[in-house]
């Protein structure tokens, strides 16, 4: 166990911003303990130091925390080089289940959190040494650790004893009232944090040279000429003016401390003049610089870190908040965005000039724009949080080609996408699949799958191009959302068009449903009202707003879909039916995108008679897609909120003791033993068919014997094993439908001729009645976590490829949607008037893999295939599980980021 937490080091936030390490003490820091204690504590806060310790002078807490002990948990947290929190545990002797818990804060660093944030870093540490509880006395008068206790997130018991009051906390996993309380944490921690960089209140450009057109300069010269309401100042030891403005020689040279620096300097001099900035007291940094080597890069972050700036790049563009009472340009990209409400966060600098150039184009304005750079720190998921409370923005738009932490990422997108919608250009798309990957679930685990599964559980717009996405938030930005039933009537006053159109809308997903006869009458002889709606190039103004107003009344419509073509009886104005269409209201009862194929633009807005906007399309492929876009972001807000799935009765410490047992005797990992996995499933009441290990042909036809009367039509299966075999049918190492003892005889045989010193043994099972077959597994991706799959299963599954994948956790709904998207779905629903598979079983079995995934990271593929789905149940008959040493890991504890472009080896 390598990298336990709470037994390596971590940088996190504190409520007020401030970044404080988190580290485990050892005897180098026996002073600082005993400096905390002495003096950093009065006389009263030592008299209500917590628990146990309490009676304890000083150099004896010093002595008992820092010598390392096995068991003993604790942890410092860190300002800079000045200890000013400590929080430890030690398991009970007679209870290893349970630890004794103290803490200690130093006064002037009372009520921003360091109690709370030791821990939350401490529980994570305590549970993966297997730790249940923390216990603690603490005197009756103790207000603010009471408080600490109360607000942790996590139950608290208390007993009542002579002034003092005994607390027990269950360090439950995975409680959602506990993650929801870290969250919330968090998000105020990241907010105060990120104020300096998007609301600052002075700028200093570090790097501003003389030189036109280099990036300094530029980067100066657009803060000034953009109207910065607050301080800024040129820092450049060569010059003494830059543009008739003073220069100043160093960043200890301003005349105050800048709140942000940007740092357009040499790669080489990041490291140093960050330390300098961070000296000073700068709060944040952009760093435009890019090229940074693994020194430099650890140079940047530790300065960064040690002196709690937030950072932006390096390698970044630059950024720009157009908050009338900010009014930052600093970035070298492009125009200044004009203010608005579109929230702009790309981790390429390229992306980001063609997107902010297309939303200046449509007319859509920023609210801030962060160009993310090799995002060493600041990443898509502070910017979610900073739109999703700066009152101004109400449309995120995200280009992302890496995930730092995904998982927490997908936790806050799921919590922002309830509020305003999230697009994002999936980039890397084309990375090749997964090869000759040894199971069928991690062969289906492309990071394609991965990617689309995120954005799909987090209610995230994914598009497949910067065009996509403005072409889809145009729609979302000033449209209603249609019903999530997304029924589209396509009108067009040329039929051709109309199809290519309504084809569009199908293929993008969306319905086209049966429009009432009666609106027949609103239109010129020869229209049609069958959707697609042709009505005619003769139709007038007059008819045509008419028919819109009745088509958007209609029960059976979501959303309209309007194509016009110039035609020559459109050019006298009164009769140009564009015009029409302009001289009624943008916004109606459903949303209403135009396809104006004379327009010469892919996407723009057009301003109705309301005011409001529609967006007009050249294309009505882009308009389907965009409004399929908006469909899926209506069902998304229309599901309840998706709650984790319980799987009762999972044995956890059968299963770790199996795991550990393995891992132990194989510390290089590897598949498991036929027999092992049967106890692994087991444990987590996954329905494996009863397996009987036989080492020989006369233990096989023994054991066959005992299983016939449980098999289907009495009989068994016979599968040749030895270790490290692959897919066992394709080399004959299956046998089938058995019935007799000499059937089996002869199948052992065959495998001992075929196989010859190999064959390890054989395994014997009753055979499953018929049903159909299904793939379910799980894959832990380092990054994003558990990916769990479901598919059509058997031997021809990787034909097949008819598959869904989640993450972990699950919710009712992800296993609801997972069983409708696939392909064979009807298949699990009945077919012929055959009963429904028993669906209850089916997501049972995938509720419980990915528990386990969760609960076991050792577990890096597990392959259940098939799995026998039957109206009566559902029963596995193939199972595979590889195992490799993971450390334990929770992806929602509160930390700052680790880039590894700056951990080096
Ligand atoms: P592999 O996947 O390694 O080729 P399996 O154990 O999955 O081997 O067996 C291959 C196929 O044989 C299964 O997809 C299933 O159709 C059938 N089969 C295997 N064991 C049983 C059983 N106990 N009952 C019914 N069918 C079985
Ligand atoms: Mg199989």
Redesign the pocket.
């Known amino acids: 166990m390598s990298t336990v937490p709470a037994r390596t080091s971590a940088e996190a936030l504190l409520a007020d911003g401030t970044t404080i390490e988190l580290r485990p003490l050892g005897p180098d820091d026996h002073r600082a303990v005993l400096d905390l204690h002495a003096e950093g504590m009065s006389e009263e806060s030592r008299r209500l130091r917590f628990f146990g310790v309490s009676r304890n002078a000083p150099a004896q807490t010093a002595d008992r925390l820092c010598a390392p002990r096995p068991g003993l948990l604790a942890l410092g947290a860190w300002a800079g080089d000045q200890l000013v929190g400590e929080a430890d545990c030690e398991p009970a002797d007679d209870a290893p289940q349970s630890a004794e818990l103290a803490l200690a804060v130093a006064d002037r660093w009372h009520g921003k959190g360091v109690a709370t944030l030791l821990l939350e870093h401490l529980a994570h540490g305590a549970r993966a040494e297997g730790i249940r509880f923390f216990e603690a006395d603490t005197l009756f008068g103790n207000r603010a650790v009471h408080q600490v206790f109360a607000g942790l997130g996590l139950p608290v018991e208390r007993r009542y004893a002579e002034g003092e009051v005994r607390i027990r906390i269950p360090l439950e996993e995975g409680d959602e009232r506990y993650r929801s309380a870290v969250d919330e944490r968090g998000r105020r921690a990241d907010i105060a944090s990120l104020t300096a960089l998007l609301r600052p209140a002075s700028v200093a450009v570090v790097g501003a040279s003389r030189r036109p057109g280099s990036v300094g300069r530029t980067v100066l010269g657009k803060i000034r000429r953009g109207d910065f309401t607050g301080a800024v100042w040129a820092v450049n030891p060569h010059a003494e003016d830059i543009d008739g403005e003073p220069a100043y020689p160093s960043v200890r040279a301003l005349p105050a401390v800048p709140d942000l620096a940007v740092l357009a300097v040499p790669a080489d001099a990041v490291p140093g003049v960050a330390e300098e900035c961070g000296a000073a007291g700068v709060r944040a940094l952009v760093v435009l610089t890019s090229g940074l080597d693994v020194q430099e890069a650890r140079g940047l972050m530790r300065a960064c870190r040690r002196h709690s700036m937030r950072l932006v790049g390096p390698n970044s563009l630059g950024m720009a908040q157009t908050d009338p009472a900010v009014r930052l340009d600093a970035e070298f990209g492009g125009a200044f965005p004009r203010p608005g409400s579109a929230g702009v966060a790309v981790q390429s600098g390229g992306v980001g000039i063609a997107l902010l150039q297309r939303l200046a184009w449509l007319g859509i304005g920023v609210s801030s724009f962060v160009s993310l750079g090799d995002k060493y720190d600041v990443s898509g998921n502070d910017l979610l949080q900073w739109w999703e409370s700066d009152g101004r923005t109400d449309l995120a738009l995200l280009h992302l080609e890496s995930f730092g932490s995904p998982r927490a990422f997908a936790r806050t997108a799921r919590r922002v996408t309830r509020t305003i919608p999230v697009l994002t250009v999936d980039a890397g798309r084309s990375t090749a699949g997964r090869r000759g990957a040894a199971s069928h679930t991690a062969a289906a685990a492309t990071p394609t799958v991965t990617r689309e599964a995120l954005f799909r559980q987090a209610g995230i717009t994914a598009t497949r191009s910067v065009d996509e996405l403005v072409e889809a938030a145009a729609l979302l930005h000033v449209q209603p959302l249609p019903a999530p039933r997304g029924a589209v009537a396509v009108v067009s006053n040329a039929g051709g068009i109309g199809i290519l159109a309504a084809d569009a809308c199908a293929e993008a997903g969306l319905q086209l449903p049966e429009l009432p006869a009666e609106i027949r009458e609103l239109l010129p002889s020869g229209a049609s009202v069958r959707n697609p709606v042709d009505t005619t190039a003769a139709v007038g103004p007059t008819e045509l707003a008419l028919f819109l107003r009745a088509l958007e009344r209609e029960d059976a419509v979501d959303a309209i879909l309007v194509c016009l073509v110039p035609t020559a009886l459109c050019s006298a104005a009164d009769q140009d039916p564009v015009r029409a269409l302009l001289e009624g209201p943008a916004r109606r009862r459903v949303p209403i995108a135009a396809v104006l194929l004379d327009q010469q633009v892919p996407v723009r807005y057009r301003t109705c008679a309301d005011g409001g906007m529609l967006p007009a399309y050249s294309d009505s492929v882009a308009a389907a897609r965009a409004l399929a876009h908006a469909v899926d972001r209506a069902r998304w807000l229309a599901e309840p909120q998706p709650v984790p799935v319980d799987a009762p009765g999972c044995d956890r410490p059968t299963a770790r003791s199996l795991v550990d047992g393995y891992l132990t005797a194989h510390p290089e990992g590897g598949w498991l033993d036929p027999l092992t996995t049967a106890d692994l499933l087991e444990a987590y009441g996954l329905p494996l ?1 009863t397996s009987v290990w036989a080492r020989d042909e006369h233990t096989a036809v023994a054991a066959a014997d005992g299983l016939r009367r449980l ?2 039509e009495g009989k ?2 016979l ?1 040749a094993y030895w270790p490290g ?6 080399l004959g ?2 046998r ?1 439908g058995l019935a007799t003892d000499t059937d089996v005889r002869t199948a052992y045989r065959e495998f001992a001729r075929r196989f010859g010193a190999e064959l390890a043994g054989a395994v014997v ?6 049903g159909v ?1 299904l793939l379910a597994g799980v894959v832990q991706d380092q990054v994003f976590g558990p990916l769990v799959i479901l598919g059509m ?3 021809a599954t990787d034909v097949l490829a008819d598959r869904a994948a989640r993450l972990a956790p699950l919710s009712e709904r992800d296993l609801t949607t997972m069983v409708t998207e696939l392909r064979g779905a009807t298949l699990l629903m009945g077919t012929g008037g055959a009963p429904p598979v028993d669906l209850a079983a089916v997501r049972s079995v995938l509720t419980r893999l990915s528990r386990l995934a969760e609960d076991f990271p050792e577990l890096v593929e597990t392959d259940l ?2 799995v ?1 789905a039957r109206p009566d149940g559902a029963v596995c ?2 199972a ?1 599980v590889r195992l490799e040493r993971r450390p334990s890991f929770d992806p929602y504890l509160r930390r700052l980021r680790r880039p590894s472009a700056a951990e080096g080896e």
């Open positions: 068919t098999g289907h068994v299966a599968k075999q692959v897919h066992k049918s394709a190492a299956v089938t099972q009753p055979m499953a009645a018929p077959e299963g058997g031997t295939n098939p026998i008959v193939d595979r």
